[in-house]
């Protein structure tokens, strides 16, 4: 019970120092307010603060901290998706491996030239190396930026920076566990990590999606919360028994449901268990923080903070300026990704519980984050004053120069039917090879045991044989025959003689690569010569690509995994969500389209494109209109607004801004008119000198010349009842009306509207 009294007491002084820290900073008007209040928490909650209360159990705590990094690597999974690396383009690939391998060196150098440990300078490396997606949304969203054409590039190399963040995590992890850099090690690492990811990733797809849709009646939101959590949960055990970080882990799951149609429920009820524990993780992170190490280590802060700024800054506009984006825009990007956030403290927790960082490290780079955090709405900002003074006084021969690269990058994006080919089968092979290699791992690790112990000998052995090469044979008949009928074989086939001796070779390689999963699993099973053995594996290879059946149910298998796989796309398309094709197409030409959605209270509403004239005004064209689940494509210019309307506009970032900005003070509303709209009840009295005396109450134009509602009518000693519209007023008859203030005192003929309910 004391335990449990310690707890409490801990937890309630991390969330109370958290609570009051963050309403202090919004008070204050600081950007950024959570990540940096939880760290100004924590370092008031340490046992560093002689006149502050102290946690008493920072095991606990610690405790508390991992289980905060796995909701913060699930959650950005959910945002992740795998489908978003193949459509980030060669531009955010190019610019992301610049930055996190320059950085990376910068980081060395940096712990080098301080006479730093090895390990330390190549953590420091590692840290320093990754953007906070966290910060940068936060920022964007603080700035008004989402909207703005190079936000998008941003926001894609912010999504490759993750992945490449979690292999670096891995990398390191091998790296400090066995203590060398070799590599061949390094090597077995990334090839083991690329197996595993691969492998989970098609199974989950394949599994997961189809379990949620299967039992999506049976959930509830509860329900969901707790089958999502323990997927994740299980997932990071999973890693934990391969060799792998649970933040791995959590963060596969999640990009695995990011797939599925429930991925924007899940996030949304993961996100306030997510927004506790990562609370108590910053927390954490701040009761880290030595001011006395701080004041020692003022010089390494500097230079470090410097070089992440300078470092971001210039190697960011470096990259994208190597994808070939204008200057301006590489800028924007480089500028916007000058600081470092939460893979940075992840990295540094590795090495803390890895034992292989120094007790400074894990300060310093506490420090050097908050102080780039600060600093990152004023370098997004500086941006573009930055990249107008570059183009000022750039020599015309540069500025030539990047303009001519940048629009002949633009184009270069042919691909030949060869390279499309050759992609798709290494694609193919790759992943049904590895899905292969899984499943005869775990036949030899659960199910050849157990045939064996129960049906000892050879019909065993026979039994166990038979039973590996089915499951596998959907996979290898897949490697074989795949792409074999494909418009680019066929075309590649017909347009050059020359061309078949090299497409026949595709195929041999592909069937002897079936042959040798085959001869695989005999030789474990059986003892026979080389001979026999390739004779009973290619008997069986070619059975396999003359079964009818097995055909059918590689087709099956493959349609339902790309049915999971585009599930969440396909209903974003028919719900009319997702954007055209051609949006990309237009980022070199500074255009593209925005989302923005009419107000209920908007002035627009109700209104004809040809009335708002949104082209002449501002410049800006209505390339669509979403209404419920209906979608109007180039609407017309008699077609009206309405509210909850969702528009794409497209146009340049000014234009943009200036039709959000109009849109915002279109949908603003007057305290004046909101008073006059106000609807009030009063009463009235029929008299001998009444203009309403013998008229019926469709006679009478109480609606009609007062805008007003007869809600009722008292006679003599008879209850308030409803009006009969047929029936006349009689002399004395007390009528209720309802409407607006204005018009129910003219019918009444009351001036003073204070005057109180008869």
């Known amino acids: 019970m004391s335990h449990l009294a310690t707890l409490i007491n801990d937890l309630a002084l991390i969330l109370i120092c958290a609570g009051i820290m963050t309403l202090l900073f919004k008070k204050l008007k600081q950007p950024l307010v959570l990540v940096l209040g939880y760290v100004v928490a924590g370092f008031l909650a340490s046992p560093h603060m002689a006149y502050t209360p102290s946690v008493m159990d920072t095991a606990n705590i610690q405790t508390w901290a991992d289980i905060g990094v796995i909701f913060l690597l699930f959650a950005l999974g959910l945002e992740f998706s795998f489908k978003k690396i193949v459509k980030v383009g060669g531009a955010a690939i190019i610019a992301a491996c610049t930055i996190i391998f320059c950085m990376i060196l910068l980081g060395i150098t940096v712990g080098t030239g301080f006479g730093w440990q090895r390990m330390d300078s190549i953590f420091l490396g590692g840290m320093i190396a990754m953007s906070s997606t966290t910060i940068i949304y936060k920022a964007f969203d603080d700035l008004g930026m989402r909207k703005k054409q190079f936000t998008g590039l941003v926001l894609s190399v912010l999504i490759l920076e993750d992945i490449l963040a979690i ?181 540094a927790s590795l090495g803390v519980s890895l034992h292989v960082t120094s007790d400074f490290l894990y300060p310093i780079v506490v420090a050097v984050s908050v102080i780039t955090t600060f600093l990152t709405p004023y370098m997004i900002r500086f941006a573009e004053p930055a990249s107008n003074f570059v183009d000022t006084h750039l020599p015309a021969k540069w500025k030539n120069f990047l303009l001519h690269y940048s629009s002949g990058s633009q184009t270069m994006n042919h691909e030949s039917l060869w390279k499309k080919f050759i992609l798709a089968l290494t694609r193919i092979t790759i992943v049904y090879s590895i899905v292969s290699i899984a499943v005869v791992a775990l036949a030899f690790r659960f199910l050849v045991p157990l045939l064996l112990e129960h049906i000892p000998g050879i019909w065993g052995k026979l039994l166990a044989a038979f039973l590996t090469i089915l499951f596998i044979a959907p996979f290898l008949r897949a490697i074989m025959i795949k792409k074999n009928h494909s418009a680019e074989f066929v075309t590649l086939w017909k347009d050059s003689r020359g061309n078949r001796a090299p497409l026949v070779a595709t195929i041999v390689i592909r069937i002897l690569i079936a042959v040798s999963f085959v001869m695989f699993v005999i030789a474990g099973l059986f003892e026979v010569s080389v001979g026999l053995l390739l004779g009973v594996a290619v008997l069986l290879v070619t059975m396999m690509i003359l079964s009818r059946q097995l055909k059918k149910q590689s087709i099956m298998i493959e349609r339902k995994f790309f049915q999971n796989l585009r599930y969440r796309d396909m209903r974003a398309e028919y719900m009319g969500e997702k954007k055209p094709e051609y949006a990309g197409r237009l980022l070199s030409r500074d255009l593209h389209l925005a989302d923005f959605e009419i107000p209920g209270e908007s002035a627009w509403a109700g209104k004809t494109l040809l009335e708002l004239n949104f082209g002449k005004q501002f410049g800006v064209h209505v390339v669509s209109i979403l209404r419920g689940k209906k979608r109007i494509n180039i609407p017309g210019a008699s077609v009206r607004l309405f509210p909850e309307d969702k528009i794409q506009v497209i146009g340049t970032d000014e234009e943009l801004n200036q039709f959000g900005t109009e849109m915002e003070k279109a949908s603003a509303l007057d305290t004046n008119v909101v008073e006059k709209s106000e609807t009030i009840l009063r009463q009235f009295r029929v008299d001998e000198q009444s203009e309403f005396l013998g008229k019926t109450m469709r006679e009478s134009g109480i609606r009609e010349k007062y805008h007003c509602l007869i809600v009722g009518v008292e006679r003599g000693e008879e209850a308030l009842h409803a009006p009969d519209p047929h029936e006349p007023f009689m002399e004395d008859d007390v009528v209720w009306v309802v409407g607006e203030k204005a018009d129910v005192y003219k019918l009444v003929g009351q001036k003073n509207e204070n005057i109180d309910m008869e």
């Open 167 to 347: 292999v670096l995590m891995v990398m390191l992890s091998t790296m400090a566990v066995r203590h060398n850099f070799e590599g061949s090690e390094m090597l077995e690492s990334i090839g083991k990590l690329l197996f595993f990811l691969i492998l989970w990733f098609v199974v989950g797809i394949y599994l997961i999606p189809e379990l949620l849709k299967r039992c999506r009646k049976l959930m509830s939101e509860e329900t969901l919360l707790i089958v999502s959590l323990g997927l994740c949960f299980g997932m990071v055990v999973m890693a934990a028994h391969t060799g792998f970080s649970a933040a791995f882990g959590a963060f596969i799951m999640g990009s695995i449901l990011a797939e599925t149609v429930e991925a924007e429920s899940i996030e949304r009820l993961v996100k306030p268990v997510k927004d506790l524990f990562g609370a108590v993780f910053f927390v954490s992170v701040g009761m880290m923080v030595d001011p006395a190490m701080i004041v020692e280590y003022a010089l390494p802060i500097i230079v470090i903070t410097l070089a992440v700024i300078l470092g971001q800054s210039l190697f960011g506009t470096l990259g994208v300026l190597l994808a070939g984006q204008p200057l301006k825009t590489a800028m924007q990007c480089g500028f916007s990704l000058t600081q470092i956030g939460e893979f940075a403290f992840i990295i």
